[in-house]
């Protein structure tokens, strides 16, 4: 496009008027191509960019939707993808965090983790989904753990606190 409006130029200059209308119009349509590239690479950065977030890969998508921004730096999706891609370091660790202690049983850690991995990119459904689990888990083994305490009282002859431990499990 800049070579054909060159030659243009040169043509109008020199006053060919025919020949410089037709370089500018060729000029016109490279141009018109160079805006309808833009909006095609655009959206194959955001879409690359999604998918290094998805397999964690914070760097890819750091560079995809800076990139994207640096072509159109009012893109709202491009600036919510950078913030999201800039906080993924943060959040893979809170979830091999939650996995640690959710594979050690401490569920009030796992719990803990995952919820704060949610918070930090609400987008990120396996955050929730893992929260989800893990209070669903703890949850478990609270009651689990009140129906043990329930018969052992009854085997104990402690019918008070056997009452107690088996209305607990109920009320979970």
């Given at each position: 496009?800049?070579?054909?409006?060159?030659?243009?130029?040169?043509?109008?200059?020199?006053?060919?008027?025919?020949?410089?209308?037709?370089?500018?119009?060729?000029?016109?349509?490279?141009?018109?191509?160079?805006?309808?590239?833009?909006s095609?690479?655009?959206?194959?950065?955001?879409?690359?960019?999604?998918?290094?977030?998805?397999?964690?890969?914070?760097?890819?998508?750091?560079?995809?939707?800076?990139?994207?921004?640096?072509?159109?730096?009012?893109?709202?999706?491009?600036?919510?993808?950078?913030?999201?891609?800039?906080?993924?370091?943060?959040?893979?660790?809170?979830?091999?965090?939650?996995?640690?202690?959710?594979?050690?049983?401490?569920?009030?850690?796992?719990?803990d983790?995952?919820?704060?991995?949610?918070?930090?990119?609400?987008?990120?459904?396996?955050a929730?989904?893992?929260?989800?689990?893990?209070?669903?888990?703890?949850a478990?083994?609270?009651?689990?753990?009140?129906?043990?305490?329930?018969?052992?009282?009854?085997?104990?002859?402690?019918?008070?606190?056997?009452?107690?431990?088996?209305?607990?499990?109920?009320?979970?």
């Open positions: 496009a800049e070579e054909a409006f060159a030659a243009g130029q040169a043509a109008f200059e020199r006053r060919d008027y025919a020949t410089a209308r037709g370089a500018w119009e060729t000029a016109l349509e490279g141009l018109r191509g160079v805006e309808t590239g833009v095609e690479r655009l959206g194959g950065l955001l879409a690359a960019g999604e998918e290094a977030l998805v397999r964690g890969d914070a760097e890819t998508a750091v560079r995809d939707f800076e990139m994207a921004l640096a072509m159109d730096p009012a893109n709202a999706a491009a600036d919510a993808g950078l913030a999201r891609a800039r906080n993924l370091p943060a959040l893979m660790a809170l979830m091999d965090a939650g996995a640690s202690a959710e594979a050690a049983g401490n569920f009030d850690a796992a719990v983790a995952y919820a704060r991995a949610a918070t930090l990119d609400p987008a990120h459904a396996p929730a989904e893992s929260r989800d689990r893990a209070v669903a888990a703890r478990g083994a609270g009651y689990r753990r009140l129906m043990s305490e329930g018969y052992a009282a009854l085997a104990a002859g402690d019918y008070s606190a056997a009452r107690e431990r088996f209305s607990s499990a109920a009320r979970m």
